[in-house]
């Protein structure tokens, strides 16, 4: 009997493996598309693109300008924007869709995802293939998606102004948004491809510095929002000094004092700096912890990965403010961030 008992038990437990990680290299390919999503992102905001969609139209803009009458219509409500009349006030149509193209690429891949994560979540549901413990994350991790949807109209309008630049503050909080939503789905793949009760016994010690760690990884995100928002790493293009000095003199230069964290050119790529300097001391001292720990085998490839993703996004954060923020190293610099957020999940989740 308890032979019958165990024989009908494997099958089930197979098919549920088998659910799992169809459902994991479902999250998993959502998690590309956001990859995808940030860079585009990134070009966006990099092209001065932006701006260049001045309505929020989340199903009738799917489509794009379609005949030459609509192309004048669309390039006309540009012209009426502050961005055109103040920076760009030389653009012609050619111009004009060079733009067009990055911002519409960039709300398409938001349209995709959206469509991406729903469909197939409604698939797997009525199948019955999601237990029922992980609707309520699915359903947060949507929310959150169509929350940045609006984030982002609201990013947009802010720039729609006599000012034609987007505020700092929501851009930040645009980029942020988009790093959680990535980095939960990646880790709800991970709970699934690797559930609880197969690994390593780990001391707590070790599973707060990779939480700290994966914490000042999102501060860095934080503040490289900042960076971009106000455009600071258009200034002090020498490294490591800036300009010649450790700290330089006009970095509490703003009143009231707590602006500067948030306005200034020099304390807002102060504080960036700042950042990848306490992790690239961080970051060493947890591997070498990691390396004698005994951790799974996951983990240990979490903190090698740590380790070789934060050298690259430095080399890029470095090359990039030296050569004045070239379009493909500044895009290839944010892509590295969410490179290293993915490797501070992959091992915090292996020490577990």
């Given at each position: 009997?308890?032979?019958?008992?165990?024989?009908?038990?494997?099958p089930?437990?197979a098919?549920?493996?088998?659910?799992?990680?169809?459902?994991?290299?479902?999250?998993?390919?959502?998690?590309?598309?956001?990859?995808?999503?940030?860079?585009?992102?990134?070009?966006?905001?990099?092209t001065?693109?932006?701006?260049?969609i001045v309505e929020?139209?989340?199903?009738?803009?799917?489509?794009p300008?379609?005949?030459?009458?609509?192309w004048?219509?669309?390039?006309?409500?540009?012209?009426?924007?502050p961005?055109?009349?103040?920076?760009?006030?030389?653009?012609?149509?050619?111009g004009f869709?060079?733009?067009?193209?990055?911002?519409?690429a960039?709300?398409?891949?938001?349209?995709?995802?959206g469509a991406?994560f729903l469909?197939?979540?409604?698939?797997?549901?009525?199948?019955g293939?999601?237990?029922?413990?992980?609707?309520?994350k699915?359903?947060?991790?949507?929310?959150?998606g169509?929350?940045?949807?609006?984030l982002?109209?609201?990013?947009?309008?802010?720039?729609l102004?006599?000012?034609?630049r987007?505020?700092?503050?929501?851009?930040t909080?645009?980029?942020?948004?988009a790093?959680?939503?990535?980095?939960?789905m990646l880790?709800?793949?991970?709970?699934?491809?690797?559930?609880?009760?197969r690994?390593?016994?780990?001391?707590?010690?070790l599973r707060?510095?990779?939480a700290?760690?994966?914490?000042?990884i999102?501060?860095?995100?934080l503040?490289?929002?900042?960076?971009a928002g106000?455009?600071?790493?258009?200034?002090?293009?020498t490294?490591?000094l800036?300009?010649g000095?450790?700290?330089?003199p006009?970095?509490?230069?703003i009143?009231?004092?707590?602006?500067?964290?948030?306005?200034?050119m020099?304390?807002?790529?102060?504080?960036?700096?700042?950042?990848?300097?306490?992790?690239?001391?961080?970051?060493?001292?947890?591997?070498?912890?990691?390396?004698?720990?005994?951790?799974?085998?996951?983990?240990?490839?979490?903190?090698?990965?740590?380790?070789g993703?934060?050298?690259?996004q430095i080399?890029?954060?470095?090359?990039t403010?030296?050569?004045?923020?070239?379009?493909?190293?500044a895009?290839?610099?944010q892509?590295?961030?969410l490179?290293?957020?993915?490797a501070?999940v992959?091992?915090?989740?292996?020490?577990r």
């Amino acid at each position: 009997m308890a032979r019958m008992d165990t024989a009908a038990r494997i099958p089930g437990e197979a098919a549920a493996n088998r659910a799992d990680r169809a459902v994991a290299l479902w999250l998993l390919a959502c998690c590309a598309l956001v990859f995808a999503m940030v860079v585009v992102g990134g070009i966006t905001r990099l092209t001065h693109s932006g701006l260049s969609i001045v309505e929020w139209q989340p199903l009738v803009g799917a489509l794009p300008p379609l005949d030459a009458d609509a192309w004048e219509q669309t390039f006309a409500r540009y012209r009426q924007t502050p961005e055109f009349l103040l920076v760009n006030p030389d653009m012609t149509l050619a111009g004009f869709k060079r733009i067009f193209w990055w911002e519409y690429a960039h709300r398409l891949l938001g349209r995709l995802i959206g469509a991406a994560f729903l469909v197939p979540f409604l698939w797997f549901a009525l199948r019955g293939k999601i237990a029922r413990a992980l609707n309520l994350k699915f359903a947060a991790i949507f929310a959150l998606g169509a929350l940045q949807g609006a984030l982002g109209w609201y990013m947009v309008r802010s720039g729609l102004v006599d000012d034609p630049r987007v505020s700092q503050y929501r851009l930040t909080a645009h980029l942020g948004l988009a790093f959680l939503i990535y980095a939960a789905m990646l880790w709800v793949a991970l709970d699934l491809l690797f559930p609880r009760g197969r690994g390593v016994a780990v001391a707590g010690g070790l599973r707060r510095f990779a939480a700290a760690l994966a914490a000042l990884i999102f501060a860095m995100v934080l503040s490289g929002g900042l960076v971009a928002g106000i455009r600071a790493g258009l200034a002090y293009n020498t490294f490591p000094l800036m300009n010649g000095r450790l700290v330089p003199p006009e970095i509490l230069a703003i009143e009231p004092w707590y602006l500067n964290f948030f306005s200034n050119m020099a304390t807002v790529q102060f504080d960036h700096r700042l950042i990848a300097w306490l992790l690239a001391v961080l970051v060493p001292w947890f591997w070498l912890r990691a390396r004698r720990a005994p951790i799974s085998p996951r983990a240990k490839l979490g903190a090698h990965l740590l380790l070789g993703t934060l050298a690259l996004q430095i080399a890029l954060g470095i090359s990039t403010l030296l050569l004045g923020v070239p379009v493909p190293l500044a895009a290839a610099h944010q892509a590295g961030a969410l490179l290293v957020s993915s490797a501070a999940v992959l091992v915090l989740h292996g020490l577990r």
